[in-house]
């Protein structure tokens, strides 16, 4: 069974761009949230999505978004990139909305000049 | 708010010595709580839960059990191994709620020959 996929690995962007990011969940898994994780912050919560739908939000501004379509996948977007956006960005799936059993995938590494 | 406290790093020790890795939270109700592992360049792995108090989960000859009187969930290992060398994030979750996880800020591991 293929994990969790994130596309791309690696991104370079400069200040005011934006990005989208990509993940594919399990097959089956119907939950998918996003982590962001930075040397200073540690790992934080952004969204979760279930059934397309954003069901749980954290701290983050609106510039950070996403959705989740009909097969599970989802994607975030980041609106007028800062330098502080850099991180990892980690997805994870579960079976069901508040899972326990959460799966990451690799993460996407955003480095923003 | 919920908080989970980790030990500093980094943690260096022998092959086959005793690893401890302290970690206590802060929550308001009752949550699960969980020890994940993060191997250079990858995401998070699962390496054990417990869902109540009292409960130990294991994996692998790791252990940690959940102590409500002390709120702490401190990971052990019995003999450690260098492929064991990574980063271990202690987190929280509530269940049924969201699968928003709280995490620690991480307790790098390097283990020697």
């Known amino acids: 069974k293929a994990g969790v996929t994130q596309t791309p690995r690696y991104l370079i962007k400069t200040r005011g761009q934006q990005v989208t990011l990509s993940c594919s969940p399990i097959?089956?898994?119907?939950?998918v949230s996003w982590y962001q994780q930075t040397p200073g912050q540690g790992l934080q919560f952004l969204f979760e999505?279930?059934?397309?739908?954003?069901?749980n939000k954290g701290n983050f501004p609106g510039r950070f978004s996403g959705r989740q379509f009909s097969n599970s996948r989802s994607e975030m977007n980041v609106s007028t990139l800062e330098l502080g956006d850099s991180a990892l960005y980690l997805c994870?799936?579960?079976?069901?909305?508040?899972?326990?059993?959460?799966?990451f995938g690799p993460g996407t590494r955003l480095t923003v000049l | 708010g919920d908080s989970v406290t980790q030990m500093e790093g980094p943690v260096t020790l022998s092959e086959e010595a005793f690893l401890t890795i302290n970690c206590t939270y802060t929550?308001?109700?009752?949550?699960?709580l969980f020890w994940y592992v993060q191997y250079p360049g990858e995401g998070l792995q699962l390496l054990l839960k417990?869902?109540?108090?009292?409960d130990k989960g294991s994996n692998k000859g790791f252990e940690a059990t959940y102590r409500k009187e002390t709120t702490s969930f401190h990971l052990e290992k019995g003999s450690v191994q260098v492929s064991d060398s990574a980063v271990y994030f202690c987190?929280?979750?509530?269940?049924?709620?969201?699968?928003?996880?709280?995490f620690g800020t991480g307790t790098r591991l390097q283990v020697t020959l």
């Open positions: 929550a308001t109700g009752y949550p699960s």
């Open positions: 994870a799936s579960s079976l069901e909305l508040a899972g326990n059993e959460q799966f």
């Open positions: 417990a869902t109540k108090a009292d």
């Open positions: 987190a929280l979750k509530y269940t049924g709620t969201a699968s928003k996880l709280t």
């Open positions: 999505y279930f059934s397309e739908t954003q069901r």
């Open positions: 097959s089956g898994h119907r939950s």
